[in-house]
């Protein structure tokens, strides 16, 4: 089945650790995202990529970096300049620019200690 | 992309129709308004978008006013596992930038 994949599901890391996030899809699609979401709050857009080898800041890019070598594969890795980075992320796909929807995948937990 | 506004929260009776409504005053002519879902600690799941006409899937309706300035997403029968927060957003048709900017959305709670 096609989906998108996000792994793991709970992450656990110390204070200062970088850590990066998976997020796979076999979609063939073309766009992905990455959004931010704190308890109680809607999603926050941290990086999207329209194209393999190339991606965009969104609204909250500081203390994260990402890379798109493979158009099926867009890590999101949390670097030790975030200040709060606990939080539930989310992983998206879109054909072409999203007209059409966005599949998500089902979230990693990250909680920092 | 135009602002949207939702109330935080609603009730339905399991079996009824819900009806979740949304405000876009500031809403442009070519701008959609899209509609997802997220159940607790799940990934959004997008459920209908429309322009001016009314549209309807297997999932549900959404009724768009004449002005645009509002729009209703319509459950028709509700059940105990629509229980989510419903996300009415706007976009244009061609991406900006690809973002898809999230509210607060409003948390229906569908009980027997």
């Known amino acids: 089945d096609g989906g998108i994949t996000q792994s793991p599901k709970y992450l656990f890391r110390k204070e200062g650790q970088n850590v990066t996030l998976s997020c796979e899809q076999n979609?063939?699609?073309?766009?992905m995202y990455w959004y931010r979401q704190d308890p109680g709050q809607g999603l926050r857009l941290i990086y999207y990529s329209q194209i393999v080898n190339d991606f965009q800041k969104g609204d909250i890019a500081e203390g994260y970096s990402v890379s798109r070598e493979k158009k099926e594969s867009f890590p999101l890795t949390v670097t030790s300049a975030q200040k709060n980075p606990t939080a539930f992320y989310l992983c998206?796909?879109?054909?072409?620019?999203?007209?059409?929807?966005?599949?998500f995948g089902s979230g990693t937990r990250l909680t920092v200690v | 992309d135009a602002k949207t506004t939702q109330p935080p929260s609603m009730d339905c009776a399991e079996g009824r129709a819900a009806n979740l409504p949304c405000n876009h005053s500031?809403?442009?002519?070519?701008?959609?308004v899209y509609w997802y879902r997220q159940i607790h600690s799940q990934g959004p799941q997008y459920i209908i978008h429309g322009l001016k006409n009314n549209e309807t899937n297997e999932m549900a309706s959404l009724i768009i006013t004449e002005d645009r300035k509002s729009s209703t997403l319509i459950l028709p029968h509700a059940t105990l596992r629509d229980t989510a927060v419903y996300y009415c957003i706007v976009r244009t048709g061609v991406n900006q930038g690809g973002k898809l900017i999230f509210g607060q959305g409003t948390e229906l709670s569908v009980k027997p």
């Open positions: 998206a796909s879109s054909i072409g620019q999203g007209f059409y929807g966005y599949t």
């Open positions: 500031t809403i442009s002519g070519n701008e959609y």
């Open positions: 979609l063939n699609h073309d766009a």
